[in-house]
T-cell receptor, first 114, second 108 residues
Framework: DADVTQTPRNRITKTGKRIMLECSQTKGHDRMYWYRQDPGLGLRLIYYSFDVKDINKGEISDGYSVSRQAQAKFSLSLESAIPNQTALYFC?????????????FGPGTRLTVL | KQEVTQIPAALSVPEGENLVLNCSFTDSAIYNLQWFRQDPGKGLTSLLLIQSSQREQTSGRLNASLDKSSGRSTLYIAASQPGDSATYLCAWKYALNFGKGTSLLVTP
């Protein structure tokens, strides 16, 4: 089984709908991240969490919210989806140790907002 | 906002060539730097992590160097193969800041 899983893998929705993307990990890492990837813009950080009680905004948090339900679960919500949120979304985890902070990525969720 | 720049944006080379990918960053503070590989439509795979106290890391045909004083890192790929074709991304400051990547094509 994969260490970092994302559900769903693909989703098509309509403008104004509420969407939740889920991420689970079995690596036992404290740190989890949500990114979006757009052609020509690279990978941009939406939110990150260094432990269950710690949530931080990233570069592009507007229009998104997150929930860290447990060490292993980190969900991303779009309260009212809009077309420019169409992108590939990645969840990632890393060890708490700064000096060895290798990141492990999930397979991604392709979201299309019509 | 800290900037991470990768040059070139795209690169095409014949099989067997040695090549260098560049990554530069504006903040020279003591953070680590990580190189990733991404295949089309897939997630990212970590290739090499250079800790802030290190100058380089090696894994097989890959060698990454870090020069904090100049704000640069390079990824050297020796004897390139078609299977190396992918997008290579660097990330600075515990992977909170990513470059846009270099798209590499190695032709047989």
């Amino acid at each position: 089984d994969a260490d970092v899983t994302q559900t769903p893998r693909n989703r098509i929705t309509k403008t104004g709908k509420r969407i939740m993307l889920e991420c689970s990990q079995t690596k036992g890492h404290d740190r989890m991240y949500w990114y979006r990837q757009d052609p020509g813009l690279g990978l941009r950080l939406i939110y990150y969490s260094f432990d269950v009680k710690d949530i931080n905004k990233g570069e592009i948090s507007d229009g998104y919210s997150v929930s860290r339900q447990a060490q292993a679960k980190f969900s991303l919500s779009l309260e009212s989806a809009i077309p420019n949120q169409t992108a590939l979304y990645f969840c990632a985890t890393s060890d708490q140790t700064f000096s060895t902070d290798t990141q492990y990525f999930g397979p991604g969720t392709r979201l299309t907002v019509l | 906002k800290q900037e991470v720049t990768q040059i070139p944006a795209a690169l095409s080379v014949p099989e067997g060539e040695n090549l260098v990918l560049n990554c530069s960053f504006t903040d020279s503070a003591i953070y680590n730097l990580q190189w990733f590989r991404q295949d089309p439509g897939k997630g990212l795979t970590s290739l090499l992590l250079i800790q802030s106290s290190q100058r380089e890391q090696t894994s097989g045909r890959l060698n990454a160097s870090l020069d904090k004083s100049s704000g640069r890192s390079t990824l050297y790929i020796a004897a390139s193969q078609p299977g190396d074709s992918a997008t290579y991304l660097c990330a600075w400051k515990y992977a909170l800041n990513f470059g846009k990547g270099t798209s590499l094509l190695v032709t047989p």
